[in-house]
Structure formats: structure tokens, C-alpha cells
Nanobody, 126 residues
């Protein structure tokens, strides 16, 4: 059974950068779309970015486009989220997820993903 473990969260000042990592164990990520979601304090979970199974397509939510970049390393069975120019509104728990289907399409809907990590906290201060 695949397990996803996120890392790289922390406290950063506005304008700073962080890189989140999500590494899988127990199964491969090859061919599956992977995504990052986040849950801001007091709000519902929201989509951040997704990458297709062959890395030929990415989708990024409007509010982070141009600041956040998703990538994957097949050899390391890992997906990354590079976050630049962070803002206080980016404060959230960030989760990675693996799609249920191996069709490789970079979905933005949470119900398309059936394997989730435990989350990593990102806090952006003024």
C-alpha cells in the first residue's frame, strides 16, 4: 500500500521561498497524476497544483500561478512544490496526493485523488 510523506514546511517571512517534497513508499508514482492541495486556517481544502503522469502537463491554481511550481522526480518517487514570493495568505497545511486512476491526467478535483499524505504546515509571517 502506497504511503505519501510530505516534508519541507515551516515558518517563512513574506517574500520568502520554500520547497515542499512528497515521497512515496510501498508503490510507484509512475504514470499517476500527482497534486498538491492546501487547507488554510478555518477554510476548506483547496487545489494548488497538479502534474500529469508523464510530466507533460501541469495545472496551477490562479492565485499561485507564477509563484508556485510543481515537478516530479521519477527516480526518487517524489513530487515537489517550489513556492516563491510567499504571502501570508499562503499559510496552510499542504497535502500531496496521488490520483486514483493511472490515466495520467492532471486533475484539479480532490475526488480524483485517493491517496493522501499527512500534511505539512506552511506559515508565512509579515
Amino acid at each position: 500500500q502506497v504511503q505519501l510523506v510530505e516534508s519541507g514546511g515551516g515558518l517563512v517571512q513574506a517574500g520568502g521561498s520554500l520547497r515542499l517534497s512528497c515521497t512515496a513508499s510501498g508503490s510507484t508514482l509512475d504514470g499517476y497524476a500527482l497534486a498538491w492541495f492546501r487547507r488554510p486556517p478555518g477554510k476548506d481544502r483547496e487545489f494548488v497544483a497538479a502534474i500529469g503522469g508523464k510530466s507533460t502537463s501541469t495545472v496551477t491554481e490562479n492565485s499561485v500561478r507564477g509563484r508556485f511550481f510543481i515537478s516530479r522526480d521519477y527516480a526518487k518517487n517524489t513530487v515537489y512544490l517550489q513556492m516563491n514570493n510567499l504571502k501570508p495568505d499562503d499559510t496552510a497545511i499542504f497535502y500531496c496526493a496521488r490520483a486514483e486512476s493511472r490515466d495520467g491526467f492532471a486533475y484539479s478535483q480532490a475526488f480524483r485523488y485517493n491517496t493522501w499524505g499527512q500534511g505539512t504546515q506552511v506559515t508565512v509571517s509579515l
